[in-house]
């Protein structure tokens, strides 16, 4: 088994590769997690450490779990965004193994589709920390775009809409603006 072999080692994380495919058909489909497969291919550490938010497919020491009192958020929906970002934060020693060790299925009406009001604003509230946490550790890279957010949002609530622009336009620097808007195209 892949994951004994790091049973008794130092690192704070282990980062592995993983498939997705449709629940129905189970169909190979593009993965989940937007360049990942790039990543997995480089070993881009970082990466894994940053933009990786799934709690699958690694393996995290309980000591900097402890230690850091690191914790998913209380929300309805990206509560592990957190969780993922704090654990690459703090994991000092951390490797990508790129053997695939999990499957992860894409269905719809899960929970990553879900876009109604709530959730949406959740999605953009953490989102929004989580920018604001990656430029402090200088690690805007990873960063997550806003765009595809907004988008939804407009077509929801146009008045919540603005009121969200305004606090991203005010809070970010022009440069990241124009990164969200080229990877959106």
Not at 159 to 170: A, S
Request: net charge positive.
């Amino acid at each position: 088994n892949y994951v004994d072999e790091y049973a008794n080692s130092d690192y704070d994380a282990v980062f592995f590769g993983f498939h997705t495919v449709d629940s129905d058909s189970l169909k190979k489909m593009p993965s989940r997690v937007i360049g990942s497969e790039d990543a997995l291919e480089k070993g881009d550490i970082d990466y894994f450490k940053y933009r990786f938010h799934g709690p699958w497919a690694k393996l995290v020491n309980k000591k900097i779990i402890d230690k850091y009192h690191i914790r998913c958020d209380e929300v309805i929906c990206s509560n592990d965004t957190f969780l993922a970002g704090k654990i690459g934060y703090y994991a000092n020693k951390a490797i990508v193994d790129k053997r695939r060790i999990y499957v992860t299925t894409v269905r719809e009406g899960s929970l990553v589709h879900m876009m109604n009001e709530k959730s949406l604003m959740t999605r953009i509230e953490v989102s929004m920390r989580y920018n604001n946490f990656l430029r402090e550790i200088n690690k805007c890279k990873y960063r997550i775009n806003m765009i595809s957010l907004f988008g939804y949002l407009y077509k929801i609530n146009r008045k919540i809409f603005v009121k969200y622009l305004i606090v991203y336009i005010k809070d970010e620097t022009i440069v990241n603006i124009f990164l969200d808007f080229k990877k959106s195209l």
